[in-house]
Antibody
Framework: EVQLVESGGGLVQPGGSLRLSCAAS????????MNWVRQAPGKGLEWLSY????????FYADSVKGRFTISRDNAKNSLYLQMSSLRAEDTAVYYC???????????????WGKGTTVTVSS | SYVLTQPPSVSVAPGQTARITCGGN??????VHWYQQKPGQAPVLVVY???DRPSGVPERLSGSNSGNTATLTVSRVEAGDEADYYC???????????FGGGTKLTVL
């Protein structure tokens, strides 16, 4: 079964740091690009970051650029999100999602984890 | 950056047809993807590339895309279709993935 499992969420003070992990199973992780997406309480989905299968290409949303770092370890079938300078508005459920491409070259996310909750509060 | 606009809510009686729109500048030139999210659960892909369905998604859910509007149509609506629905595109100018604000489908 194709599965993504996030971990590492928790309560952190403003200005603090946290590292999220996403463990992949049931597919060849090293062949797929990946994304992080978050959802603040009662709000919609917000795409945060993309990393290609080889880590050679990385993109960030403006809201997290310079504060968050995406990375992966294909040997461990794992995706990571290092978050620093955290703010109250970073409070959200964080999802990892597998990236896919259409025949026309557009991108979507076909498999999602259940998410891990990050709360930024003093 | 590219903006996608969805109505906050759509309500429909069981057995009727719900249409959820996603507006964007010349969105018909892009591929649109749709996700369903039930309360307390992760999003699930229900339509990709405008109108394709992943295996396991009922034919009652269908998508179309033209001009400045993409539409997710839910036919013969059931209570189990009640959820939030999000459209998504890839913004080629920034290489960012973009989501619409989401639409809450309520089954009356």
């Amino acid at each position: 079964e194709v599965q993504l499992v996030e971990s590492g969420g928790g309560l952190v003070q403003p200005g603090g740091s946290l590292r999220l992990s996403c463990a992949a199973s049931g597919f060849t992780f090293s062949s797929y690009s990946m994304n992080w997406v978050r959802q603040a309480p009662g709000k919609g989905l917000e795409w945060l970051s993309y990393i290609s299968y080889s880590s050679s290409t990385i993109f960030y949303a403006d809201s997290v650029k310079g504060r968050f770092t995406i990375s992966r370890d294909n040997a461990k079938n794992s995706l990571y999100l290092q978050m620093s300078s955290l703010r109250a508005e970073d409070t959200a459920v964080y999802y990892c999602a597998r990236d896919r491409v259409t025949v026309s070259g557009d991108y979507y996310m076909d498999v999602w984890g259940k998410g891990t909750t990050v709360t930024v509060s003093s | 950056s590219y903006v996608l606009t969805q109505p906050p809510s759509v309500s429909v009686a069981p057995g009727q047809t719900a249409r959820i729109t996603c507006g964007g500048n010349n969105i018909g030139s892009k591929s649109v993807h749709w996700y369903q999210q039930k309360p307390g659960q992760a999003p699930v892909l229900v339509v990709y590339d405008d109108s394709d369905r992943p295996s396991g998604v009922p034919e009652r859910l269908s998508g179309s895309n033209s001009g400045n509007t993409a539409t997710l149509t839910v036919s013969r609506v059931e209570a189990g279709d009640e959820a939030d629905y999000y459209c998504q595109v890839w913004d080629s100018s920034s290489d960012h993935r973009v989501f619409g604000g989401g639409t809450k489908l309520t089954v009356l």
